[in-house]
């Protein structure tokens, strides 16, 4: 089948909405590790309700101390925003920057066999530093639910993690903590397109 062939762009389109849609609301099979912890500073609750055991909003990455650095601090955890909220200008040097680093840093050869879809999610707080990195999904060429060698989410995630540029959140003149995700399309180890 040609590469271009509108059925392969079609699924293109609808693994992208499906992807807007589980970073959106998050996923019914989320893992219980984001839930609401009453004793992290940098959760509030409105006066005069207890802490939930739950997420604010679905979707919510709360601070899990075995993965995540105790010093990246959430400046507003009830007003973070989702990427799309915030002003579209959110990297240094824009797409170009962002695909250029991986391209300089990215080996493929370690992973070749490996396709499908990689998508990783964290915070950009409203100082530009970034933490409560999650790898999100992992998905084959065909949608379907695959686990990729984990030397392989390992890399990707050290990559995301090294990546330097992110911009403040920014809407009517306020700055927010936003969320921010990166998905990687692989095709036998190659990274072929990333997005947003």
């Known amino acids: 089948m040609h590469p271009h062939h509108p059925?392969?762009?079609w699924k293109y389109y609808g693994f992208g909405l499906v992807s807007f849609i589980l970073i959106s609301c998050g996923s019914?099979?989320?893992a219980p590790q984001d839930?609401?912890?009453p004793s992290a500073s940098s959760q509030q609750t409105p006066a005069g309700k207890p802490p939930s055991k739950f997420p604010r909003q679905v979707g919510d990455i709360t601070f899990d101390p075995a993965l995540?650095?105790?010093?990246f601090e959430i400046c507003?955890?009830?007003?973070?925003q989702q990427y799309y909220a915030i002003s579209s200008d959110r990297f240094e040097g824009e797409k170009y920057a962002v695909v250029k680093y991986f391209e300089e840093n990215y080996d493929p050869a370690p992973f070749l066999g490996q396709s499908g879809f990689l998508t990783i999610r964290f915070?950009?707080?409203c100082k530009g530093e970034t933490g409560r990195y999650r790898v999100y999904s992992e998905v084959d060429m065909d949608m379907n639910p695959q686990v990729f060698d984990p030397?392989?989410?390992a890399r990707l995630l050290a990559l995301t993690k090294g990546l330097e540029g992110w911009k403040l959140g920014q809407r009517n003149n306020l700055t927010y903590d936003y969320y921010q995700y990166l998905l990687f399309k692989l095709e036998d180890g190659n990274l072929t397109e990333i997005l947003p």
């Open 151 to 153: 030397a392989l989410a």
């Open 28 to 30: 019914a099979t989320q």
């Open 35 to 37: 839930t609401y912890d």
């Open 68 to 71: 995540d650095d105790p010093n």
């Open 7 to 9: 059925n392969r762009i």
């Open 76 to 80: 507003d955890s009830l007003r973070t």
């Open 123 to 125: 915070v950009v707080n």
